[in-house]
C-alpha cells in the first residue's frame, strides 16, 4: 500500500506556493511606492525576519510534531491559553487572507478576459474558494501534486519576468539612487509590507505529522522554500527598479505588468505574467486553506475546539476544511477587505513574536530534536525584537482590530475553561470498589 505521506520536496512546494504565490506580484510595487529603490533594503530587512523565524520553526517542528504549527508550539512551551489564542488569530487570519487572495484572483480573471465592473468579484472568489476546498477535501496527496505543478508555473513566470528586465531594464544608478528617496523611515514601513510575501513558510511547519520522517524533512523544506523566495524576490525587485522608474509606482494590483509595459516588453510577455499572477492566486489560496485547516483539527485534537471539527479522513480533515472555506466566503461579505486583511496581519506577527521565546523555554527544558537554530541565543531575540518593529508599523487600523480579535479570543477561551469546568461537575462520580 502506497504511503499517504509527502515528499521533502512536496512539502517545499507547498510552502513556496504560499510565498511566491499572489503577494510579490500585489504587493511589491506598492513597496517601491512606499520607499523607492529603497524597497531592496525592506526586502532584505524582511529576509532577516524571516529567516529568523524560519529557523525557530524549523527547530520547533523537530521537537513538536503535530498539525498545529505556531498553535502547538506556544501551547506546548507556554502553556493552553496563550497557546488558544495563536490559534484563534491563526485560523482568522488565514481565512481572511484566502478571502483576500480569492478576490485578488477574481479581479486579475475578470482584467485579463476584459471584463468590466465588481459585481462578478465575489461569486468568482466564492467559486475559487469552494474549488480549493473541494481538492484539500480530497487529500493532501492530491494537493502535493497540483502545488508542486502551479509552483513551477508560477517560479517559471518570475524567472522569465527577471529575464525580460535583463534584456529591457535600464541597469543605471539613476534607477537605483537615491536609496532612501523618502527617508529611512519609509523602509520600516516597506518592510512590515513585503514581509506577508514571505509568511507563507510555515505553513510547512503545520504538516511535520504528514511529510515523511516529519521532524528531519520539515526544517529542511522550510529552509529550501524560504531561500528559493528570498533570491527570486530580490531578483523581482530589482528588474522592476530596472524596467520602470520608482517615481511611477502606484498601489496597483498588477506592477509587474505596469512596468513590463512601460518598458515596452513584448505583449506575449505581459500576457504570459498575468497568466502566471492569476496561477499564484491559486496557489497561495489552496496552501492557506491547508494551513487553516490543519490547524483546527490539532485544536480540535487537543480539546481547544468541539471535537467534532476535526474530522480526519486518510489525509485530509475535512470538516476543517469545510469550516475554512466557509469561514474564507463569510470574510468576503466583511466590507473593507483591505483593513480587515492588514488586521489579520497582526495575528501572524504575533505568532512569529513567540516563535523565539518558544525555542527559549524548550532548549531550557532540554526538549530533543533532530534540528537546532545556529547562533542561539541571538537569533531567538533577533526575531522577537524585528516582530516587535513590524508590528508596530502595521498602523493604528490593523492594531485596533488586531486587539479586537484578541479580545474575542480571549472571551473564547474563557467561554472553553467554563464548559469545561461544568463537563467536569456535570461527569458521573466514578464507582466505588465494593
Given at each position: 500500500m502506497a504511503s499517504r505521506k509527502i515528499t521533502m520536496s512536496q512539502a517545499a512546494f507547498i510552502g513556496l506556493g504560499n510565498i511566491i504565490g499572489a503577494g510579490i506580484f500585489v504587493l511589491a510595487g506598492t513597496t517601491i511606492h512606499l520607499a523607492g529603490p529603497g524597497a531592496l533594503v525592506a526586502f532584505v530587512v524582511t529576509a532577516v525576519l524571516a529567516t529568523t523565524v524560519a529557523l525557530n520553526s524549523a527547530e520547533l517542528s523537530s521537537k513538536i510534531v503535530t498539525h498545529g504549527g505556531l498553535y502547538s508550539f506556544v501551547k506546548t512551551s507556554m502553556g493552553d491559553a496563550l497557546g488558544f489564542l495563536v490559534g484563534w488569530l491563526r485560523a482568522i487570519s488565514y481565512a481572511i487572507a484566502a478571502a483576500a487572495v480569492a478576490l485578488g484572483f477574481a479581479a486579475y480573471l475578470l482584467s485579463l478576459l476584459g471584463i468590466a465592473g465588481t459585481e462578478?468579484?465575489?461569486?468568482?472568489?466564492?467559486?475559487?474558494?469552494?474549488?480549493?476546498?473541494?481538492?484539500?477535501?480530497?487529500?493532501?496527496?492530491?494537493?502535493?501534486?497540483?502545488?508542486?505543478?502551479l509552483v513551477f508555473l508560477t517560479a517559471g513566470g518570475l524567472v522569465l519576468f527577471i529575464v525580460i528586465s535583463l534584456l529591457y531594464g535600464s541597469w543605471t544608478p539613476s534607477r537605483f539612487t537615491p536609496v532612501f528617496p523618502l527617508g529611512a523611515g519609509s523602509i520600516v514601513a516597506a518592510a512590515a509590507l513585503a514581509f506577508f510575501a514571505y509568511s507563507g513558510f510555515n505553513t510547512i511547519a503545520t504538516l511535520t505529522p504528514e511529510v515523511e520522517d516529519g521532524p528531519r524533512n520539515v526544517p529542511r523544506a522550510i529552509l529550501i522554500a524560504l531561500s528559493v523566495s528570498t533570491v527570486l524576490y530580490l531578483l523581482v525587485v530589482s528588474g522592476m527598479l530596472a524596467l520602470m522608474p520608482w517615481q511611477a509606482y502606484g498601489i496597483t494590483a498588477d506592477p509587474l505588468s505596469n512596468a513590463l509595459t512601460y518598458a515596452h516588453a513584448p505583449a506575449f510577455v505581459t500576457a504570459t505574467i498575468a497568466v502566471v499572477a492569476l496561477i499564484a492566486t491559486v496557489t497561495v489560496t489552496l496552501s492557506l486553506t491547508i494551513a487553516g485547516s490543519r490547524t483546527l483539527?490539532?485544536?480540535?485534537?487537543?480539546?481547544?475546539?468541539?471535537?467534532?471539527?476535526?474530522?480526519?479522513?486518510?489525509?485530509?480533515?475535512r470538516r476543517s476544511v469545510l469550516l475554512m472555506a466557509l469561514a474564507g466566503i463569510g470574510s468576503l461579505f466583511l466590507g473593507n477587505l483591505a483593513y480587515i486583511a492588514l488586521a489579520s496581519n497582526f495575528g501572524v506577527i504575533f505568532s512569529y513574536a513567540l516563535t523565539g521565546l518558544a525555542v527559549v523555554i524548550l532548549r531550557r527544558r532540554r526538549v530533543p530534536g533532530v534540528?537546532?537554530?545556529?547562533?542561539?541565543?541571538?537569533?531567538?531575540?533577533?526575531?522577537?525584537?524585528?516582530?516587535?518593529?513590524?508590528?508596530?508599523?502595521?498602523?493604528?487600523?490593523?492594531?485596533?482590530?488586531?486587539?479586537?480579535?484578541?479580545l474575542t479570543g480571549i472571551v473564547a477561551y474563557a467561554l472553553l475553561v467554563e464548559a469545561r469546568r461544568q463537563h467536569t461537575l456535570n461527569a458521573p462520580a466514578p464507582a466505588r470498589e465494593p
Open positions: 462578478l468579484l465575489i461569486p468568482l472568489s466564492i467559486v475559487l474558494l469552494a474549488a480549493v476546498a473541494l481538492v484539500d477535501y480530497a487529500g493532501l496527496k492530491l494537493v502535493a501534486v497540483i502545488e508542486q505543478y483539527l490539532q485544536m480540535s485534537e487537543d480539546g481547544m475546539l468541539p471535537r467534532w471539527i476535526g474530522g480526519l479522513r486518510g489525509d485530509s480533515p534540528f537546532a537554530s545556529p547562533l542561539y541565543p541571538w537569533v531567538q531575540v533577533a526575531s522577537i525584537l524585528l516582530s516587535i518593529v513590524v508590528m508596530a508599523a502595521l498602523g493604528e487600523q490593523a492594531l485596533y482590530f488586531g486587539s479586537l480579535f484578541l
